[in-house]
């Protein structure tokens, strides 16, 4: 009879996931504040009991966690209401309208937007500067946003409001910290947390400084659409592309981004549509952002390619008028689109595809011939060209807001680390 051997091989050993500590009193306690107060934030409004029960914590272990969220400024205590049945009424909680708040900024080649999100989520500050940022020094441009920064800021104090740290979107490679590269806007190997931190704390000298974090801006886009958008209407797993300048992309299965291995996933404007075609920013040819980019959509309608949000506008006008050109230029995108995206669901098979930025605004003539393509391509047989599959994305869904709710995220995953910070 063989030997039975109970030890585990070096192979299974290197392939197991380490061991985390044994959990003390104090991370049961965290996690727990965690649970409740995400419990309050997604129910928008409940009582100690109501949490208890939804948790599955006793009432008194409830009502002490609630005492400690109330302490921290997280939650806040609303009045009375009944059950209708016999007992006490109990205390409404909300999540607090004043106290810690997101603060996102999107920085990206013709504009840079600033948004401050509250705990329940409720966009509170929003400041927009339309301004060229291409061949601009990177640290001029982070001081620019670091200016709007600290307006948003104090228009957020005048509420009550304390952003818990800063999110930094970008159009391009973003990773530890820094922004590998932005083709459009010409920057390579940029220290984006630490310039924006230095030149938000010299125009606050007197102030804690606020913790700084970044992500590409579609994949902020991307998480404003799950949190504030179509996750909110059950959607779960869709492609998100933005049109900019650039196009952006990113892909959310199962309520999670993916990031893929180095967190670059989702380049899908850099995709080539033909070997041969015209010279990218990034060095290649042909590729899908060189055909239905903002720059690309302009110049195919006799516009300026420089007139940013103008050119969009009066884009969309001439589409309105019937304009041949206009609908020209808009049908050619969409075949574009539709081509690259039908690779995109056939492999990921999204319930939806997301169209944001300057899609969002052309997406009535946009749409038919993304959608054709789509029909044509994607194997499965499931999409249809009136299936309701290929979507605007919310208006709710963009970059700075999806920046800020990330701050949000961070707080109620971690009330207890905001608080440390805050009391430090």
């Known amino acids: 009879m063989p030997r039975v051997s109970h030890t585990l091989d070096s192979t299974m050993m290197n392939n197991l996931t380490p061991l985390e500590p044994k959990a003390d009193k104090a991370t049961v306690r965290r996690h727990n504040l965690s649970l409740v107060l995400r419990a309050v934030h997604d129910a928008g409004e409940a009582t100690r009991a109501g949490v208890a029960t939804h948790v599955g914590l006793t009432r008194a272990a409830v009502s002490s966690l609630v005492e400690q969220l109330l302490e921290y400024g997280v939650v806040s205590e609303w009045g009375k209401t009944s059950s209708g049945q016999a007992g006490r009424p109990g205390t409404v909680l909300k999540v607090s309208r004043s106290g ?94 630490g310039l924006f931190a230095q030149a938000l704390l010299a125009l606050r000298p007197d102030h804690r400084p606020l913790p700084v974090s970044s992500d590409n801006e579609a994949n902020a886009a991307a998480l404003a659409e799950l949190w504030f958008g179509a996750g909110t209407e059950g959607v779960r797993s869709f492609l998100y592309l933005t049109g900019e300048i650039g196009v952006g992309g990113a892909l959310v299965l199962g309520g999670e981004l993916l990031r893929g291995a180095h967190g670059f996933a989702g380049e899908i404007g850099h995709t080539v549509v033909d070997p041969e075609g015209p010279r990218c920013r990034c060095g290649a040819h042909g590729c899908l952002e060189q055909y239905a980019g903002q720059a690309a959509l302009l110049t195919a309608a006799g516009i300026d390619a420089d007139a940013g949000a103008r050119g969009v506008a009066e884009l969309e006008r001439r589409a309105r008028q019937g304009d041949p050109s206009a609908l020209s230029a808009v049908e050619r995108a969409g075949r574009q689109l539709g081509v690259v995206l039908s690779g995109a669901v056939n492999l990921f098979d999204p319930e939806a595809v997301m169209l944001g930025g300057v899609y969002r605004e052309l997406m009535d003539w946009l749409a038919p011939a993304v959608d054709r393509e789509l029909a044509r391509r994607v194997v499965s047989g499931l999409w249809s060209e009136d299936g309701k599959r290929l979507r605007a994305a919310s208006p709710l869904g963009d970059a700075a807001r999806g920046a800020a709710g990330a701050i949000v995220r961070e707080v109620l995953a971690d009330p207890t680390a905001y608080a440390e910070r805050d009391a430090g």
């Not at 810690?100 to 840079?112: K, M, S, T």
């Not at 291409?134 to 304390?162: H, K, Y």
């Open 100 to 193: 810690p708040a997101g603060l996102g900024v999107e920085i990206n080649i013709d504009y840079i937007a600033v948004c401050v999100v509250d705990l329940a989520g409720t966009d509170r500050v929003r400041l927009v500067e339309h301004v060229d940022n291409r061949g601009v020094e990177p640290s001029e441009v982070l001081a620019r946003a670091a200016r709007l920064a600290a307006r948003a800021i104090g228009s957020a104090a005048d509420q009550e409001l304390e952003p818990a740290g800063v999110h930094v979107a970008l159009p391009g490679l973003v990773t530890g910290g820094t922004v590998r590269q932005a083709p459009n806007l010409g920057w390579r190997r940029v220290a984006v947390e």
